[in-house]
């Protein structure tokens, strides 16, 4: 019998109101048996563990894979990890690592030798982000199955920190090169596992991959073949939640267990007794840098111009008006707390000097300043708002500045070519080590600011002293002399003023009392093995 | 009237293919190199990296011989792969088509729903409170920016009162259903998971809401103007003169005529939604195909701005094609393709 038109409705009537009754009764299940979420804007550039090059790409290689060493939670010491063993010539150019016999993959094959070198090789050859990192490897030799040799072309006393990076991790190479990767010098061409990396984790790590959903989830489960201590929580999701204020709904209302973004100011918006907020100092830092090289430049961004436009900071007011005091000042481009960075001189605004040195220069009357800036909100900082800052600053000595906002992709491109005379930027480490900041910001050969600020003509900026004295410093096995020689590096570096860094934005941490092992660690963010429920 | 419709799925492909054209010159025009966001930040130094990259990617063609290549990859369903996302587009655009458009789906049947009804009240009690309430509330949700409207009322609901969930399709620690159509809460109720269906249920509420209330404006004013004017008919004043209820003369007599125009709007409202669910998409951590433009725009992601652009103009298409039909089996003085004129 064909039901009537009316008894349709009765029953759709029916199924809205189960449907209602189901939505108003809310979330049941049992939390000991769920998994613990975290709340963070998932920017991933690539899951291939040696193309991957991201704040939560340093999270998710850290529990998924594992490195001959690890960071400690000092986050200055070196620990064991797949190398239960090293040693390391005089010279700093042969590192000899003996790997644990026990370590298994994933998948339960043994963690061996030519896994390492297939890795390191790999990482090198593909010429990712990361690849700077095996730069001066000359060679990896493999004794036996547990033994590994590596080989410097000159002395690099960093290696060993640069081996803690969550990005120097070791795949499983029998899976990896199954899956169409490739690690030999076509590697840039011939590699075709990228796409695979993004289903498939291969690592020897506490969890492994369960799935990964752009601009949704990354959701991780426990490696049940494990090697070392299982991790206390089985499955761990990281939510995609772009911004502080959603991260914080998110956590006040139990959604979240964990909020990785959250800024000084939206913490304090949050009123639970439920939620635990912490504030500790980070490595990060935002900065400020002048390209004389650049094309647009109206006037010569000489040395003492550039000294003049430092003193007319207001280093204090910058702090308090882009994270309302949660921060602090930072001398170099070396972050507070890594070596050669004790006793650096603080930057000082100095309104009648910037003035007096800009009058020697024959800019008495100021002149016009262009910035190009991305539209990013990194740490807790937005990086036009922040440039909003500086223009009332600069404005003080009389130097007008423009402002343009523009896409990340838009700033990445114009930094190289026509060169952007003033900006903003950020950074993070990935490790523990100063080495990678004198690569990065020093005026030395290759380095990347060099190249961006000097608009192809680096010699009118290199700093030879620089690069003499990271020679030493790469040398020198001898920690405490090491911490002097960076600590003359980053004299040298804030001497150059090229790069100023305005803020080192303190990190909040925030997640439910019951939840154990949070902490923040230089390399790899959230090391996701050590949370538990209490 | 079938003569109409194969013409108009024939001239698809022919409009499509002009829609792929300009997005692919357009997004070609664009201010920076795409290269920046394939080639990692550090490596753009690097001219050997930038000229692997480019080889790889096929940028170092030229452009008409990247169109050629693109539109006859594209004819065999190709649509390249995502600087961004490392995956094929036409992968991506499946697994997001459908969580925006069961969002658009959700959002125009309560704009619809609601639309009607505060279209019909506001006619039948003409110049009085409750037409002059039903014009506000509409208006204001015609007017009010979907960024704003969405933090407020996540706030309210989700944060203040705790009724309805936060941000996302689901809750995290649920899993996705297994996938069927897309559609979390219909895959749900496939999967016989309820405990899924109404986590899937209650976060699509929210974010329906939003995006139907911009709707709910446009379609309560057509609804009022076309209500006003059919219920001075004759044939309405017949219809009470014989003693139809009122309930019956508004339902069955004066509404069923002033549909036809609303029509109209409700199915390019569907075209408008699915664009227009950019921003609720970005409020609501949706991951939809609104969602994915943004991000492809602000990376220089052309395969997957151009597929996107497909997707819009093809549901566009759709939808004017499926408006004229449906106008055409309403109203049957409305008579396309084969009408002969009298």
């Known amino acids: 019998m064909k039901p009537s038109l009316r008894a349709g409705y009765r029953r759709w009537l029916g199924a809205l109101a189960l449907a209602g009754t189901a939505v108003a009764s809310g979330p049941v299940a049992a939390q000991d048996q769920q998994p613990l979420v975290i709340a963070r804007l998932l920017e991933i550039n690539s899951l291939d563990p040696h193309r991957a090059f991201c704040d939560t790409c340093q999270i998710y290689l850290t529990a998924t894979y594992q490195g001959l060493v690890a960071l400690g939670a000092d986050n200055r010491s070196i620990e064991p990890l797949l190398a239960t063993s090293w040693e390391?010539?005089?010279?700093?150019?042969?590192?000899?690592?003996?790997?644990?016999?026990?370590?298994?993959?994933?998948?339960?094959?043994?963690?061996?030798?030519?896994?390492?070198?297939?890795?390191?090789?790999?990482?090198?050859?593909?010429?990712?982000?990361?690849?700077?990192?095996?730069?001066?490897v000359a060679a990896i030799e493999t004794p036996d199955e547990h033994t590994v040799v590596v080989k410097m072309d000159a002395p690099n006393s960093e290696f060993l920190g640069i081996l803690t990076a969550p990005y120097t991790i070791v795949v499983n190479s029998d899976v990896a090169a199954e899956a169409g990767a490739r690690a030999g010098a076509d590697a840039v061409s011939a590699d075709t596992a990228e796409a695979w990396f993004l289903s498939h984790s291969a690592g020897s790590g506490p969890y492994v991959l369960d799935t990964y959903r752009v601009d949704d989830e990354l959701r991780f489960k426990r490696n049940e073949n494990f090697w070392g201590e299982a991790p206390p929580i089985a499955e761990i999701v990281i939510d995609h939640t772009a911004d502080a204020v959603s991260q914080a709904q998110m956590l006040q209302s139990g959604a979240a267990d964990i909020a990785m973004q959250i800024d000084p100011a939206t913490a304090e918006t949050i009123d639970s007794d439920e939620v635990v907020i912490e504030t500790v100092p980070s490595f990060n830092f935002i900065y400020v840098a002048f390209s004389p090289g650049a094309?647009?430049?109206?006037?010569?961004?000489?040395?003492?111009?550039?000294?003049?436009?430092?003193?007319?900071?207001?280093?204090?007011?910058?702090?308090?008006?882009?994270?309302?005091?949660?921060?602090?000042?930072?001398a170099s481009p070396i972050p507070n707390g890594f070596p050669g960075t004790t006793d650096l001189p603080m930057p000082v605004e100095d309104l009648d000097k910037a003035r007096q040195m800009l009058a020697d220069a024959g800019l008495a009357d100021g002149f016009d300043l262009d910035v190009v800036v991305a539209s990013l909100n990194v740490y807790g900082v937005d990086l036009p708002l922040l440039m909003q800052k500086i223009q009332q600053d600069l404005a003080r000595v009389n130097v007008t500045t423009h402002i343009q906002p523009v896409a990340s992709s838009v700033w990445r491109e114009q930094i190289v070519k026509p060169g952007i005379p003033f900006t903003a930027r950020f950074y993070a480490p990935d490790y523990y080590g100063s080495a990678q900041y004198v690569y990065f910001f020093g005026m030395i050969e290759d380095a990347y600011w060099l190249t961006n600020a000097s608009g192809g003509q680096p010699e009118s900026l290199i700093n030879p002293r620089e690069g003499e004295l990271l020679e030493q410093a790469l040398a020198t096995a001898d920690e405490a002399k090491r911490e002097a020689i960076y600590h003359e590096i980053a004299l040298q570096m804030i001497a150059d003023r090229i790069i100023v860094p305005v803020v080192s934005p303190n990190l909040v941490l925030a997640y439910r009392n019951n939840v154990a092992g949070v902490r923040y660690s230089a390399c790899c963010n959230l090391p996701l093995a050590e949370l538990s429920l209490k | 009237?079938?003569?109409?419709?194969?013409?108009?799925?024939?001239?698809?492909?022919?409009?499509?293919?002009?829609?792929?054209?300009?997005?692919?010159?357009?997004?070609?025009?664009?201010?920076?190199?795409?290269?920046?966001?394939?080639?990692?930040?550090?490596?753009?130094?690097?001219?050997?990296?930038?000229?692997?990259?480019?080889?790889?990617?096929?940028?170092?063609?030229?452009?008409?011989?990247?169109?050629?290549?693109?539109?006859?990859?594209?004819?065999?369903?190709?649509?390249?792969?995502?600087?961004?996302?490392?995956?094929?587009?036409?992968?991506?655009?499946?697994?997001?088509?459908?969580?925006?458009?069961?969002?658009?789906?959700a959002a125009m049947l309560i704009g619809t729903a609601a639309g009607v009804a505060l279209g019909v009240v506001a006619a039948r009690f003409h110049d009085r409170p409750s037409d002059h309430a039903a014009r506000l509330f509409a208006l204001v949700g015609a007017s009010t920016p979907v960024f704003w409207s969405g933090l407020i009322l996540l706030y309210v609901f989700s944060v203040q009162l705790g009724w309805l969930p936060g941000p996302g399709r689901i809750d995290a620690r649920g899993a996705a259903p297994p996938f069927v159509t897309g559609m979390y809460t219909l895959d749900s109720l496939i999967a016989g998971d309820f405990a899924t269906f109404r986590s899937a249920l209650s976060h699509l509420v929210l974010p329906a809401c939003v995006l139907g209330w911009t709707m709910i404006g446009i379609v309560s004013r057509m609804v009022r103007a076309s209500m006003l004017d059919v219920l001075g008919q004759e044939y309405v004043l017949t219809a009470r003169a014989k003693g139809a209820s009122e309930l019956r003369v508004l339902l069955n007599h004066a509404l069923r005529n002033a549909l036809i125009p609303a029509l109209t709007i409700i199915g390019?409202?569907?075209?408008?939604?699915?664009?227009?669910?950019?921003?609720?998409?970005?409020?609501?951590?949706?991951?939809?195909?609104?969602?994915?433009?943004?991000?492809?725009?602000?990376?220089?992601?052309?395969?997957?701005?151009?597929?996107?652009?497909?997707?819009?103009?093809?549901?566009?298409?759709?939808?004017?094609?499926?408006?004229?039909?449906?106008?055409?089996?309403?109203?049957?003085r409305v008579r396309v393709g084969g009408a002969r004129g009298s």
């Open chain 1, 88 to 136: 390391i010539n005089p010279d700093q150019t042969e590192f000899t690592f003996h790997l644990a016999e026990d370590a298994v993959f994933a998948d339960g094959s043994p963690v061996e030798a030519k896994d390492v070198k297939w890795s390191f090789e790999r990482l090198k050859n593909i010429q990712g982000s990361p690849s700077f990192m095996m730069s001066g």
């Open chain 1, 295 to 330: 094309e647009a430049n109206r006037v010569p961004l000489t040395l003492e111009v550039r000294q003049a436009l430092a003193f007319a900071l207001d280093y204090d007011g910058i702090i308090e008006f882009t994270v309302g005091g949660e921060g602090n000042p930072q």
């Open chain 2, 268 to 332: 390019f409202s569907f075209a408008y939604l699915i664009t227009g669910a950019i921003l609720t998409e970005t409020i609501f951590a949706w991951p939809g195909v609104g969602s994915y433009a943004v991000a492809a725009a602000r990376e220089l992601d052309h395969p997957a701005i151009i597929g996107v652009t497909i997707v819009g103009g093809a549901a566009f298409l759709l939808a004017n094609l499926l408006t004229d039909i449906a106008y055409a089996l309403v109203d049957p």
């Open chain 2, 1 to 105: 009237m079938a003569r109409y419709i194969v013409r108009r799925l024939v001239a698809m492909p022919l409009l499509l293919l002009g829609v792929v054209t300009i997005a692919f010159l357009l997004s070609h025009f664009t201010q920076a190199d795409p290269l920046t966001s394939i080639v990692g930040e550090r490596q753009m130094n690097n001219q050997a990296v930038v000229e692997a990259a480019r080889k790889r990617w096929g940028l170092d063609r030229s452009l008409p011989e990247q169109y050629l290549v693109y539109v006859g990859n594209l004819l065999t369903g190709d649509l390249g792969i995502s600087f961004r996302t490392k995956q094929p587009v036409a992968y991506d655009l499946k697994l997001r088509l459908p969580a925006t458009l069961e969002l658009v789906v």
